[in-house]
């Protein structure tokens, strides 16, 4: 279980799971095809990344649905600058959890024996 979580999060700080040392992205929105240090495929088959997406696609929307709840309930924002506000953190949030959302896949990958040394 240890192990599990340590994986995961190695995913969520953007480093190979496999050497625990390769950096997964080359820049802010580009990932790395092999690991630098390792040189494992990080997505092997295609569409793969798609995997990524459903994750951050997931947390974004419970993160709008929970924001958007105690926001509603706990404030006297008016609906439509509570919609604008919510829609900006919405997009926000997605865009910055991105790549944290395809290293948590790569993690997936990892633990599940999709992703192996050549
Ligand atoms: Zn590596």
Do not use: K, Q
């Amino acid at each position: 279980m240890l192990r599990i979580l340590r994986i995961l999060l190695l995913g969520l700080l953007l480093t190979c799971p496999a050497c625990r040392h390769g950096r997964m992205f080359r820049s802010l929105f580009v990932m790395n095809v092999r690991c630098p240090v390792c040189g494992v495929i990080f997505e092997r088959d295609a569409g793969e990344v798609t995997g990524g997406m459903a994750i951050n696609m997931t947390l974004t929307s419970t993160f709008a649905l929970v924001a958007g709840g105690v926001l509603g309930i706990a404030t006297d924002i008016p609906a439509g600058e509570l919609i604008v506000l919510l829609g900006l953190a919405t997009a926000g949030f997605g865009m910055l959890f991105y790549r944290h959302a395809r290293g948590l896949w790569t993690s997936i990958l990892y633990l599940t024996g999709s992703i192996f040394e050549d």
